[in-house]
């Protein structure tokens, strides 16, 4: 048996550590998203495509296992470790590099980043996005998308969790 290498999207994971040396090889404008992204579905890639389309390359930072945990989402949660959850979202064309940051916001991580356009989803008004005043202080630009498709992971497991509740 041959051993093969490691797909070319690994290479897209970046331990926040090493960002710095990263961030200068993306071009600008630069866009900055985050979230859980626990189980992909198609909200989360049609969300990513539209904010990676606000600039020329996407940093998308996750929360990491115990940041995700804090959120109160649930106790089985996230459901796909951190590492799974990079690597999902390293395969997709819109994002450009995968990081993570393990605080309650990524305040300090957007600052570190300082990206020319901050995007969250349409759940966030911009004025109780993280980072917003900060970014737009510097010239760049905010925007919360609207949801095109009404699909939430935690939707996804309660549908999942009936299921196995009615088969009991």
Same mark, same amino acid.
């Given at each position: ?5 490691? !797909? ?7 331990? !926040?550590?090493?960002? *710095? ?8 404008? @630069? ?8 189980? @992909? ?13 606000? $600039? *020329?390359?996407?940093?998308? *930072? ?15 949660? /996230?459901?796909?470790p951190l590492a799974n959850r990079a690597a999902v979202a390293a395969a997709l064309g819109s994002v450009d590099l995968v990081t993570w ?7 300090? @991580? ?10 969250? $989803? ?8 993280? $980072? ?13 998308? /609207? ?17 196995? *509740?009615?088969?009991?």
């Open positions: 048996m041959s051993e093969w290498p490691l !797909p070319d999207f690994e290479q897209k994971i970046c331990p !926040p550590e090493k960002l *710095a040396e990263r961030l200068a090889a993306l071009p600008r404008p @630069l866009v900055f998203t985050n979230g859980c992204f626990d189980i @992909l579905h198609r909200g989360h890639v049609t969300y990513l495509a539209q904010a990676r389309a606000t $600039g *020329a390359a996407m940093v998308l *930072a996750l929360n990491t296992d115990a940041s995700v945990r804090r959120q109160g989402k649930g106790s089985d949660r /996230p459901i796909n940051f393990d605080d309650d916001t990524p305040a300090a @991580l957007i600052a570190a980043v300082q990206p020319d356009v901050l995007v969250k $989803g349409g759940d966030w008004p911009v004025d109780k996005i993280v $980072g917003a005043a900060e970014v737009a202080a510097q010239g760049g630009r905010v925007y919360s998308i /609207p949801f095109i498709h009404q699909t939430s992971t935690t939707q996804t497991l309660a549908k999942i969790r009936a299921a196995e *509740a009615a088969e009991q």
